[in-house]
């Protein structure tokens, strides 16, 4: 399958280019270059190119000739440059995929696109079905309007989009005995991993067009639920994210 990847040179877009590398090809593109790491393991089996998320004549000719477009792009903080990759991104992307025939489209964003304030403060078992209720942060507000464009277009067009939920992401080596930690934390590796699975499936097998799927490592408290993602993406976290409520042997 060709893959284009927005945003792809950021904190998540190596580890989804070692995910997917392998098995697709990719033409990772973002507004920075790629790192120098991956350029060079990669560089030769696989496209690199400077593409501004923001740009909707950019982001349409890079999706020219793909299967598939994996947003990663994103931005916290700048107000105006946070709609703009948040909100329009989305649009550009949505676009390019109705022009291009593309069916497969992976969004992401953060948790709390979704499960804001009043589920984090009061509820357990929250599962990503719940009425959408974000954050009241910029990061986000902005990432749950480009969720919403994204599922505006899939009510008219044939295309399915995945919104996969990250919150905090952990190296391998950070999983410590009893270090805690916010109940919503996958390791690294795993979360490259669920975008092969994301790629992998069968669109068929959705319930709707437009599904949203926490990204998550198995945790003691029960707060948030990976019973969907595991059932319908066929994901089994690698790495024991639970070590970090463990006591440790006093």
């Known amino acids: 399958m060709n893959v284009l990847i927005l945003g792809g040179n950021g904190y998540l877009g190596p580890h989804v280019v070692k995910a997917l590398a392998g098995e697709h090809r990719l033409r990772v593109t973002d507004i920075k270059p790629p790192p120098p790491e991956i350029k060079e393991e990669f560089g030769d089996q696989h496209e690199f190119f400077d593409v501004d998320a923001t ?13 598939a477009i994996v ?15 948040n909100v329009l991104g989305c649009l550009n992307t949505m676009q390019a995929a109705v022009e ?16 804001g304030p009043t589920y984090e403060g009061f509820d357990h078992g929250i599962v990503p079905d719940v009425p959408p209720h974000s954050g009241t942060n910029l990061y986000a ?15 008219d067009h044939d295309i399915y989009v995945m919104d996969f939920l990250f919150y ?55 707060k948030f639920l990976l019973d969907k993602t595991k059932r319908i993406l066929g994901f089994e976290p690698k790495e024991d994210v639970s070590v970090l409520w463990r006591k440790t042997r006093g």
């Open 168 to 222: 905090n992401m952990r190296f391998v080596s950070q999983l410590k005995r009893g270090a805690g930690g916010v109940p919503f934390v996958i390791a690294w590796p795993d979360a490259g991993e669920v975008f092969r699975l994301g790629l992998a499936v069968d669109l068929a097998k959705l319930p709707s067009r437009c599904e949203v799927f926490f990204m998550h490592g198995d945790n003691p408290q029960g």
């Open 141 to 155: 507000i902005s990432k749950s309007l480009g969720q919403e464009v994204c599922r505006a277009f899939t009510a």
């Open 55 to 67: 740009s909707s004549s950019q982001v349409m000719q890079a999706a020219q000739g793909t299967d």
């Open 100 to 115: 291009h025939g593309i069916r497969r489209v992976i969004n992401t964003g953060p948790h709390f696109t979704v499960t």
């Open 71 to 85: 947003n990663l792009s994103v931005v916290r903080q700048h107000p105006r440059v946070a709609f703009d990759v």
